[in-house]
């Protein structure tokens, strides 16, 4: 119900920058929230958000080095990633929240990733 295409990731130095790209697209429900998680040794983590009305999110860690950004229009969310650090490096996983009008109740989907490595 949900097509999710993810693009950006790869290998950069410390300091460098990327930027993560994420399209969702569906013939029937409508999309609302977009959102970059990372996977990590455990559970997902939140890097940013951006919900609707274009109000975004970030986790602590990446304030302030990562930017997240929507085009409406395209259902489209990126992520300016800036100043990058080792830690940074992990698998980065888009998620969509749509809203299934039929069903009354939202439909979530998760990309299956883009890798990010970032050598020291």
């Known amino acids: 119900q949900v097509q999710i295409v993810e693009s950006g990731g790869g290998l950069v130095q410390a300091g460098g920058s990327l930027r993560l790209s994420c399209e969702a697209s569906?013939?029937?429900?409508?999309?609302?929230?977009l959102a970059w998680y990372r996977q990590g040794p455990g559970q997902r983590e939140l890097v940013a958000s951006v919900d609707k009305g274009g109000n975004a999110k970030y986790a602590d860690s990446v304030k302030g080095r990562f930017t997240i950004s929507r085009d409406t229009g395209k259902n489209t969310v990126y992520l300016q990633m800036d100043g990058l650090k080792p830690e940074d490096t992990d698998l980065y996983l888009c998620k969509v929240v749509a809203w299934d009008s039929w069903r009354r109740r939202p439909y979530t989907k998760w990309g299956q990733g883009t890798p990010v490595t970032v050598s020291s």
């Open positions: 569906s013939i029937n429900l409508r999309i609302d929230d």
